[in-house]
């Protein structure tokens, strides 16, 4: 289900029970007690409900970080090295133009 379907699902409940005598306190703190548990469940069924959670997620972080930089540093060494590659082939191609080849050799 989309949020705004879950949303819109969840209002209509809370009517409905408020219709029927719910207190409305009882109700928004039964929904926060549920969404806990739900955000508990799906946390431990990842592996992240330990105390070390915080660190390994923070890790991982730091570690997309580092992938992501050192990719962008390759990128822009690979840029480099093709624009001096072609700066280098079109020195030689002027210098055997002009005959400065034959000198050098």
């Known amino acids: 289900m989309s ?3 879950n949303s819109s699902m969840l209002a209509l409940l809370i ?6 005598g719910a207190d409305m306190g009882t109700l928004r703190g ?3 007690e549920s969404s806990a548990l739900g955000a508990e469940r799906a946390l431990g ?3 992240l409900k330990d105390e070390r959670a915080r660190r390994d997620m923070d890790e991982l972080r730091e570690l997309l970080q580092a992938w992501r930089d050192a990719k962008k540093v390759a990128w822009t060494e690979a840029f480099a090295w ?3 590659i072609l700066l280098a082939l079109l020195v030689l191609g002027m210098s055997i133009r ?7 050799k």
């Open 3 to 5: 949020g705004t379907m």
């Open 15 to 20: 009517a409905q029970a408020e219709g029927q």
């Open 30 to 32: 039964l929904i926060e």
């Open 45 to 47: 069924a990842l592996g």
């Open 82 to 84: 093709a624009i001096r």
């Open 98 to 104: 002009l005959g400065l080849w034959d000198i050098v």
